[in-house]
């Protein structure tokens, strides 16, 4: 059959990605679809904090608009930008960067991660990914053309990292060790013995270590440990960060990532060819955004502390499974016992008490009799939300 005489249907199937077709679609955003259909939802499934960017900030993003700053940036970044993220990392992490060759600003932290994956993976390369985990870490690997092996944590052993499995699961191809802590979707966190055990084995294998720590902030009863600031780790990490979850800044995009010059170099490359540079005006934002930190983010930390306890003692009270989270702000509660899979027990939730929460099968299979709850909303938000799902149960 001659190319003029194919099918449309045919032509069709073989003018995307084969990587990109076996792809899921999000299952996060797969469920968002379904919420915003509906009228007087009380969502807890979208991870992005109820605060509204501090008056500050915005005031200055909009004061550099009026005078003008409407151009490109550095590639990298504004310097001035870069230059108040590495004294963050120093003054709140203990890691020091060179702002002009060690730090890039990103849009947002998810293309840190996009950025960071194509920079360090060869075709058939192996990263090593810690599941539950962020809907995007899988697919960013394969995009790459990587392949993801999944190292998986229990809720039996309070979602702690095995070290054994861990070490287990590295082989001639691994490349890389993508971490997220603490974590979305289970809240948990490593201790900084852990940091350090993670940190030996990347050094004993040669292995580069992407540390999403973009929830570094929301660290609730123990200090935050930056991976790269851990002992051989500096030289062979890429911290990912960003203002949309502490900085309450999700809409205007911005993240970075700190690393040795040679990654940064290799991610500001790709970005050159793709992004060329992250928006001026969203910039200059976050720069007011770190240098009124103090002013800001310790208010909004200390609620969603509130809220954690507040929502977790309530899922107890009424009979729901689920482990104090250590950080970040989301609940992850088991939901086996009641004899629905994950998505029957948010479709009902949904449909009859108009609760949004989200399947945990989002975060891999893994996640299966489990479901991920944002407490980033209010007392009273929370409060009606487990009376819906105290009714729920009730019925099954």
Same mark, same amino acid.
């Given at each position: ?13 073989h ?6 077709v ?7 955003r797969?469920f968002f679809?379904?919420?915003?259909a509906m ?5 807890l499934g979208?991870? #992005?904090?109820d605060?509204?960017? %501090?008056?500050? +900030?915005r005031?200055?993003? =909009?004061?550099? *608009?009026?005078? /003008? ?5 550095s ?10 993220i590495?004294g963050?990392?120093?003054?709140r992490?203990?890691?020091t960067?060179?702002?002009?060759n060690?730090?890039?600003v990103?849009v947002?932290a998810s293309?840190?991660l996009?950025?960071?994956?194509r920079?360090i993976?060869n075709?058939?390369d #192996?990263?090593i990914v810690?599941? %539950?985990s962020? +809907?995007?870490?899988?697919? =960013?690997v394969? *995009?790459a053309? /990587?392949?993801?092996v ?5 809720y039996?052993?309070?979602?702690r990292l095995?070290l054994a499995?861990?070490r287990a699961?590295?082989?001639p191809r691994?490349r890389?060790i ?7 979707p ?17 050094? #004993? ?12 902030e =929301?660290?609730y009863?123990?200090e935050?440990?930056c991976?790269?600031?851990?002992p051989?780790?500096r030289?062979?990490?890429?911290v990912?960060?960003?203002f ?10 911005m993240?970075?990532?700190?690393g040795?010059a040679d990654l940064?170099?290799?991610m500001?490359k790709i ?14 934002a976050a ?13 909004m930390?200390?609620?969603?502390n ?7 003692e309530?899922l107890?009270a ?6 104090m989270?250590?950080g970040?702000f ?10 629905l899979?994950?998505r ?10 108009r ?9 891999g299979?893994?996640?299966?009799g489990f ?6 909303a209010g ?11 105290k009714?729920?149960i009730?019925r099954?």
């Open positions: 059959m001659s190319p003029s005489h194919r099918s449309s249907s045919t032509t069709r199937a003018r995307l990605n084969e990587t990109l076996a792809l899921p679609p999000s299952g996060i797969e679809e379904l919420v915003i009228d007087d939802i009380i969502s979208v991870g #992005e904090p605060f509204v960017t %501090p008056w500050n +900030v005031e200055y993003a =909009m004061f550099t *608009l009026e005078r /003008g700053d409407t151009s490109y940036t590639n990298k970044g504004i310097l001035a930008l870069r230059r108040e590495a963050y990392m120093a003054h992490f203990g890691v960067y060179d702002p002009e060690e730090v890039l990103t947002g293309q840190g996009d950025l960071s994956m920079a993976l075709p058939g #192996e990263a810690i599941e %539950p962020y +809907v995007a870490y899988k697919p =960013m394969a *995009l053309g /990587g392949v993801p999944v190292v998986t944590l229990r039996e052993n309070n979602f095995d499995e861990l699961a590295v082989t691994t890389a993508l971490l997220n802590y603490p974590s979305n289970t809240g948990g966190t490593f201790t900084k013995e852990e940091c350090r055990h993670i940190a030996a084995l990347a050094e #004993e294998y040669d292995l580069i270590l992407i540390s999403d720590e973009i929830y570094a =929301m660290t009863d123990q935050h440990y991976m790269a600031d851990q051989g780790a030289d062979r990490t890429i990912l960060n960003g949309s979850k502490a900085f309450a800044m999700t809409g205007w995009r993240g970075f990532a700190a040795p940064i170099a290799g500001t970005f050159q060819y793709s992004m060329l540079s992250a928006p001026i005006m969203s910039q200059n720069i007011e955004a770190l240098r009124k930190r103090h002013q800001n983010v310790p208010h930390v200390e609620t969603f509130q809220r954690r306890r507040l929502f977790v309530g107890r009424i009979g729901i499974d689920c482990h989270p250590e970040a989301y609940a992850y509660p088991c939901i086996r016992k009641f004899g899979s994950s029957e027990f948010c479709t009902r939730l949904l449909k009859e008490e609760i949004a929460v989200v399947p945990g099968t989002a975060f299979p893994a996640g299966e479901v991920r709850c944002a407490y980033a007392f009273q938000e929370l409060e009606q939300a487990l009376e819906g799902m009714n729920l009730g099954l």
